[in-house]
């Protein structure tokens, strides 16, 4: 078996506990607050090594503060890693969470979203069966670069792309070309709405501010299945998540939690999903385990999670 490939962002997540979020030139008084090794693709990666998974993290380490606490936090996980920058420092996501749970970030993009074309031949790229990268790292200036390694090395790998918080800021132009190697894609249901009205000559909604029904959603999720010529799947949050694949559309209900915040939920559940359907379990099986472990990240603060922890949620 081979392993599956995550690119993208490790960073120092600040999580900071507030009443509420201030308004300009109000103060507030934070009633918590800790750090935790955080990123979108460090997120993913860290379900699929926990679980023993065959995985490989690739996420460029800077320095400063933020480059000495993600360098040492992933050594101590004996995590390699497998580009230095020595020339930038690393950034940081500043994670305001407020006592319903519901998280707002502020990010600094440093290093760890910067990335040159031949630091890509550090991958042995025979040893990978699936690749995973996010909209965030697509957006930014160096985006390009990484639309060109999955062109030139991931055309016959099984990618898996999931267009993040922001799926209205990545340049359309390297959305059509990620979706162009048709990627399963993963997202929440107001994503999927967003990026069908981008994509999808407007069979959907377009506004990032539309809370759709899941009927909405389901519309979007079938539209961008057709675009890309692959699954899509849509998490409801806690009612689970919607599978849509050759014109067939269903919905694996969600598990119960007590929600402590949010921080990571969708990051960890790509994760486990990739690690089922890798296993070859059914899309179905793989979901329940996807939101086994999502509802399980979501239950503490942070989302990185003691490997027990996520094992028992997935049933390994």
Not at 177 to 188: F, S
Request: overall charge negative; proline content about 5%; glycine content about 12%.
């Amino acid at each position: 078996m081979g392993k599956l490939l995550f690119v993208g962002v490790t960073c120092a997540d600040v999580v900071i506990n507030v009443d509420k979020l201030p308004q300009t030139a109000q103060d507030v008084v934070v009633y918590g607050q800790k750090m935790t090794l955080g990123g979108c693709a460090f997120n993913a990666f860290s379900i699929a090594h926990a679980l023993g998974e065959p995985a490989m993290l690739f996420s460029p380490v800077g320095t400063g503060a933020f480059g000495d606490f993600v360098r040492r936090g992933l050594r101590s996980e004996g995590v390699e890693v497998l580009v230095e920058n020595d020339a930038m420092e690393n950034g940081c996501c500043y994670c305001f969470v407020e006592p319903g749970g519901e998280r707002t970030f502020v990010a600094y993009h440093g290093a760890d979203y910067h990335y040159e074309p031949t630091w890509f031949d550090a991958i042995d790229m025979d040893e990978v069966d699936a690749v995973y990268v996010c909209g965030l790292e697509v957006e930014d200036p160096t985006g390009p670069v990484v639309v060109e390694f999955l062109e030139r090395a991931c055309r016959d790998k099984a990618i898996f792309f999931t267009p993040g918080p922001r799926p209205d800021s990545v340049p359309l132009d390297l959305l059509e070309r990620v979706c162009a190697l048709h990627p399963v894609l993963h997202m929440n249901g107001d994503e999927a709405m967003v990026l069908a009205g981008r994509l999808c000559d407007g069979e959907s909604v377009d506004d990032a501010k539309t809370e759709g029904d899941r009927a909405d959603i389901e519309r979007a999720a079938v539209a961008l299945a057709r675009y890309v010529g692959n699954a899509v799947f849509a998490t409801l949050g806690g009612d689970g998540c919607l599978y849509c694949d050759g014109g067939r559309s269903d919905v694996v209900a969600g598990s119960p939690v007590h929600v402590v915040d949010t921080i990571g939920a969708g990051d960890s559940h790509i994760g486990a999903l990739m690690v089922g359907l890798h296993r070859g379990e059914t899309p179905e099986s793989a979901i329940a385990r996807a939101n086994r472990v999502a509802a399980a990240i979501v239950g503490i603060s942070g989302a990185h999670a003691d490997p027990e922890v996520i094992r028992a949620a997935a049933g390994d």
